[in-house]
């Protein structure tokens, strides 16, 4: 059944007709909540969910949004049954400039229909020749890593990444076109969280708009070369996928799904390292657990058939996505008038879920503020007491297509540290970070990494 784009017509902005929900309009003038909402979202919406309940309207970012709080709030908007929520409407205003027409800016049958053709890029063929690729560059970036002394390891696995992203993704070596290529890539991602959008030459939204002309015009160069021989690398994955109809992509369409996956990918998993990194030196044990692991796997090249065996680094990885989802807050706007817990909501409202206000529910978690990667063993499995209550990679039909591909890359990274190396912060330290757009520490995460002995 197809679904109308008649309500593409919608002003741009979401609607402010919201005064007969619980809420209120903030704590300052014009910007509301703004600055709890950049400096302590968790908090604000702890606050604002003991004061209203499981609905209000809220004011940050110079957008009057209604929040929808827990599990069942989750399973509505991603779930999605009715098709009312737009995803389009609620990214486009952030990216479509930067990243236009990416998997997750696209709705309902023009979704589906490009993320069937997708799929064959992560399919487990696919997998295993992204795996092969980065072994030999995971396993060099971490040797270059400082050892026994102090660094910024935010900033060096976010440089590590881009190198990995450069290969796998865009299937280029290292060398004078891959340098412009993560330049670009950089500004872009830099220009996604600019607070000013204007196009004056040096500040960091010009900065991203020439960075995605250097992406699109090597993509636009290589297309035919890539259509016509087959490499391992997502670009050319891209290029030859097809659905089970024998449908094809566009160039247009490989080249904004090349970008912007570049772009989903490369952010989300840093935030998810950093997480990583940042639990495991709090808590030394599971280093040692994931050590132990780590050698039943021979050699120093992890094989596709490995991965399952490095089942305790999954449970770390699900811990420490639940505590620290890269994506804390997830956009939708409302495509036509409905009633949502009593309330009669408008067409063009903008409704925000929160996986991590979800993942630290008492009522759902045992002590939340505790890291337990055992809390997702089978015994345990305190994530199935609602199908939507771990929601870190979204879920319904826009469920991130690459999470499989997220945990090989984190397993991977994992296993060339761990075998060989332990990692440690000062005794007290905290980290310090931001929770929103995207979870991130905000003193680069300072971490000694030690060879083990």
């Given amino acids: 059944m197809k679904t109308s784009t008649e309500y593409l017509d919608l002003p741009r902005k979401s609607t402010s007709k919201l005064q007969h929900l619980p809420g209120d309009s903030g704590a300052l003038p014009i910007l509301g909540d703004t600055v709890e909402f950049l400096t302590d979202y968790l908090g604000l919406v702890s606050r604002k969910h003991k004061l209203y309940g499981p609905i209000f309207r809220n004011n940050a970012l110079l957008q009057k949004t209604v929040a929808l709080l827990g599990p069942e709030a989750n399973e509505l908007v991603l779930k999605d049954s009715d098709k009312i929520f737009s995803n389009k409407m609620a990214w486009d205003p952030l990216l479509d400039k930067l990243f236009p027409d990416g998997l997750m800016l696209r709705d309902f049958d023009e979704h589906r229909f490009h993320r069937r053709i997708l799929q064959a890029a992560f399919k487990k063929d696919a997998l295993q020749g992204y795996l092969d690729d980065m072994n030999p560059r ?27 992203a450069a290969q796998i993704f865009m299937g280029v ?54 259509r016509s021989t087959e490499s391992s690398d997502f670009f050319s994955q891209f290029c030859h996928a097809k659905d089970e109809d024998g449908n094809t992509l566009s160039n247009e369409a490989v080249r904004d799904h090349t970008i912007f996956l570049l772009f989903a990918a490369h952010d989300t998993t840093t935030s998810t390292l950093c997480s990583i990194i940042y639990a495991l030196a709090k808590n030394p044990e599971w280093q040692d657990i994931l ?13 596709y058939d490995d991965l399952p065996k490095l089942d305790k680094a999954a449970l770390v990885m699900k811990e420490a996505l639940r505590m620290f989802p890269p994506v804390p807050a997830i956009p939708r706007r409302l495509i036509k008038e409905t009633e949502i817990m009593g309330y009669r909501l408008p ?21 939340p503020t505790k890291f337990d990667p055992e809390r997702f063993s089978v015994e345990r499995a305190e994530h199935k007491r609602h199908l939507y209550q771990w929601v870190p990679f979204g879920g ?32 007290g330290y905290e980290m310090k970070y931001n929770a929103v757009p995207i979870s991130f520490p905000t003193d680069g995460l300072p971490v000694t990494i030690t060879a083990r002995k």
């Fill in 347 to 367: 067409a063009n409202t903008g409704i925000g879920i929160s996986p991590l206000f979800t993942h630290y529910m008492e009522e759902w978690w045992t002590e």
């Fill in 138 to 164: 995971m396993r060099e970036g971490v040797a270059d890593f400082p050892k026994n002394a102090e660094f910024g390891f935010k900033d060096s696995i976010k440089s590590l990444l881009l190198d990995v």
């Fill in 173 to 226: 070596k290292m060398g004078e076109e891959a340098d412009a290529i993560n330049k670009g890539f950089l500004h872009a991602m830099e220009a996604s969280m600019a607070v000013v959008k204007l196009p004056i030459p040096g500040t960091t939204w010009q900065k991203g708009l020439n960075g995605r002309k250097t992406l699109k015009a090597f993509i636009e160069k290589h297309i035919e070369a890539k």
């Fill in 396 to 427: 319904g039909g826009h469920k991130c297509i690459g999470l499989n591909f997220a945990e090989m890359q984190v397993k991977l990274f994992m296993f060339h540290l761990l075998r060989n190396y332990t990692i440690s912060v000062k005794p």
């Fill in 291 to 303: 050590y132990e692991e780590c050698k039943l796997i021979d050699g120093d090249h992890l094989n």
